[in-house]
């Protein structure tokens, strides 16, 4: 009797890591929107104590990756400019390699970036992330909020 529930136990295991492992990757059903865009939109506000600092010279990159992947972005939307709250939406036409499409679970940020050159963040830079990364892509609520100076 122990022997049937250990191995029952093992396999149900089995199955939730493998279920977990394909909504990661993108591959269970509903990790996408229904038309297989790839789409994650939503709205980006900052922080009272840093909205002074704004200046009409910032560009806001709004930056999709890979969970615990490369630090490379996997798709990313500039604005130029921004005023706050700013509605977002990126799909595959932001991926940064032709051909990759938005998938499966990834993490949301963005940047008030003052040079308006992408890379790391440099001094007087700005940023935020999605309070729940990482995400399914298909999320149109994605509430980021830019409460990081560097």
């Given at each position: 009797?122990?022997?049937d529930t ?6 149900a295991?089995g199955?939730?890591a ?9 591959l269970?059903h509903?990790?996408?929107d229904?038309g297989?865009?790839?789409v994650?939109a939503g709205?980006?506000?900052i ?7 704004v ?15 490369p630090p ?9 400019g921004p005023?706050?709250?700013l509605?977002f939406?990126?799909?595959?036409a ?5 051909g990759t499409q938005l ?13 308006g ?10 940023e935020?992330y999605?309070e ?7 999320g149109?609520d994605?509430?980021?909020t830019i409460?990081?100076?560097?």
């Amino acid at each position: 009797m122990a022997k049937d529930t250990t191995q029952t136990i093992t396999m149900a295991v089995g199955i939730i890591a493998l279920a977990g492992l394909a909504a990661w990757i993108g591959l269970a059903h509903g990790c996408e929107d229904p038309g297989g865009t790839g789409v994650v939109a939503g709205r980006v506000t900052i922080i009272p104590e840093l909205a002074d600092r704004v200046r009409s010279t910032d560009t806001l990159f709004i930056i999709v990756r890979r969970p615990q992947g490369p630090p490379r972005p996997l798709a990313v939307k500039r604005i130029d400019g921004p005023r706050f709250p700013l509605p977002f939406e990126i799909t595959n036409a932001d991926v940064m390699i032709q051909g990759t499409q938005l998938r499966g679970m990834v993490d949301v940020l963005a940047r008030l970036d003052k040079d308006g050159r992408a890379g790391p963040p440099q001094a007087g830079d700005m940023e935020g992330y999605f309070e729940k990364n990482p995400t399914l892509v298909g999320g149109r609520d994605i509430e980021i909020t830019i409460n990081k100076a560097y």
